[in-house]
């Protein structure tokens, strides 16, 4: 059971030319992704590092809550996989439910 989480910027920009921030999960080379509800543009994204350049205005503020929205997400990802793993050890077990 292969899983990451990443923070990407999608490459597809709005009406503004701005591009959203976006957690990217993927399971099985399944992606699912959940927006962090602010754009950027291309050129302040730091693909390298994942995260915002200190010349966007708000750098400091985004890339506290990409901080934060990466933790809380790798914290969900490790509660499921104790869980699938505490489940699967049970079925595992050789007796019958």
Known sequence: MASSIKIVL???KNK???YP???RFTKNRQSTYRYLGHYIKLSDWDSKNRQVKSAHPNSGILNKLISSEFKKANRGLIKFQAKQKEFSSFLG?????
Do not use: F, N, P
């Open 21 to 23: 921030l976006a957690v």
């Open 16 to 18: 503004d030319v701005l």
């Open 93 to 97: 077990g050789g007796g019958t439910i």
């Open 10 to 12: 999608i490459k597809k």
